[in-house]
């Protein structure tokens, strides 16, 4: 079955750098991915939808200069976190469909960031 | 307020037994509900997938069923093992052209033996 690959799983960094997180389609072109944060106990809550070839659409709320999404490929999505903070620190989750909309949505294992 | 509520919130299980979690959704217009299971530190995994004209649907031992007049949905887990032991979110399609969904916060399931 289709797979969605994140990396890495988990990342510790110094609050003031930057991190980037890759998202990967394995086995499918995904035109559209997606973007989530989850805080424990919580629901995903989704923070961007990134576009092939195109700028992210960010939800009400999410810094586009403090997020960066990038959609280079047709299966790669990376999100950047600059200048990390610790309240940046959370469980970040991609997503994308193979079939559109209606179509199944697979997710990426997440990928856990602890800022220090 | 969030437009999907699922209840309980959490919950504990026998080995071997039943159980049933719910969903309830605000959510208008609806495209599709969807049922994923989730383990701890993990990404979702998708359970079934049901349109608004789709009463039940089953994947192994987990059956979901759909009221869309009720705008209500349930998951029934039979005879759970140890593995079955996540959080399950209930997931709602606003329109069959977008990709808006609506997350529920989750059950978490325990099984313990």
């Known amino acids: 079955g289709a797979v969605v690959s994140q990396h890495p799983s988990r990342v510790i960094c110094k609050s003031g750098t930057s991190v980037k997180i890759e998202c990967r389609s394995l086995?499918?072109?995904?035109?559209?991915m997606f973007w989530y944060r989850q805080f424990p106990k919580k629901s995903l809550m989704l923070m961007a939808t990134s576009n092939e070839g195109s700028k992210a659409t960010y939800e009400q709320g999410v810094e586009k200069d403090k997020f960066l999404i990038n959609h280079a490929s047709l299966t790669l999505s990376t999100l950047t976190v600059t200048s990390a903070h610790p309240e940046d620190s959370s469980f970040y989750i991609c997503s994308a469909s193979r079939q559109g909309p209606t179509g199944e949505l697979f997710f990426g294992e997440g990928s856990r960031l602890t800022v220090l | 307020k969030n437009q999907v509520e699922q209840s309980p919130q959490s919950l504990i299980i026998l080995e071997g037994k039943n159980c049933t979690l719910q969903c309830n959704y605000t959510v208008s217009p609806f495209s599709n509900l969807r049922w994923y299971k989730q383990d701890t530190g993990r990404g979702p995994v998708s359970l079934t997938i049901m349109t608004f004209s789709e009463n039940t649907k089953s994947n192994g031992r987990y059956t979901a069923t759909l009221d869309a007049d009720t705008k209500q949905s349930s998951l029934h887990i039979t005879a759970s093992q140890l593995s079955d032991s996540a959080s399950y979110i209930c997931v709602v399609s606003l329109s069959s052209n977008d990709y808006k969904l609506s997350f529920g916060a989750g059950t978490t399931v325990t099984v313990r033996a």
């Open positions: 086995d499918f072109q995904a035109t559209t």
